[in-house]
């Protein structure tokens, strides 16, 4: 009985690399992650748009967090990926990220929540709480704050 009551209260993340700091992105959103490839430029798109990827014959609207952030653009490495999320009632998109680095998994007692401030700037809507794991703090992305109010393509 107290193995189901940990496994509700606990959480798995793939922590990325974004800049120098660590990410924790819920797996619950994650689809998939591919290798960098070519994407393809759309005109009179928001400026953390990359563009666009053709991943099986899907088409996938890339973005930057690094740009949405108002960091520097991002620098392609053999480590670069796109996470491509399915956020729930949403289209898939995909998110640069400079390195995936692992899948942790969190109890809620390791899970500092952060209340959104409506005054706070906006990068800090993007984070719902920070995540301890091997002494390293992991910002816990709010997808749906991340991907959301971006203005149509």
Do not use: C, W
């Not at 992650?33 to 798109?45: D, G, H, L, S, Y």
């Not at 490495?77 to 999320?85: G, S, V």
């Not at 401030?117 to 719902?128: F, H, P, Q, R």
Request: overall charge negative; proline content about 2%; glycine content about 6%.
């Amino acid at each position: 009985m107290e193995d189901n009551k940990i496994a509700v209260s606990s959480k798995q993340f793939i922590v990325v690399k974004i800049d120098n700091e660590q990410f924790g992105i819920n797996i619950e959103y994650v689809d998939n992650i591919v290798r960098m490839q070519k994407i393809t430029r759309v005109p009179k798109a928001q400026h953390y748009f990359k563009g666009v990827i053709n991943l099986r014959g899907e088409i996938i609207p890339v973005m930057s967090i690094r740009l949405k952030s108002n960091l520097k653009d991002d620098v392609y490495t053999d480590k670069t990926r796109i996470i491509i999320l399915k956020p729930e009632q949403q289209a898939v998109i995909g998110m640069l990220v400079d390195e995936v680095k692992e899948v942790v998994t969190l109890e809620e007692s390791e899970i500092e929540k952060i209340v959104a401030d409506n005054n706070a700037d906006e990068k800090t809507s993007y984070i719902n709480g920070i995540g301890k794991s091997k002494g390293e703090l992991i910002s816990l992305l709010n997808i749906q704050g991340v991907i959301s109010d971006k203005e149509t393509m």
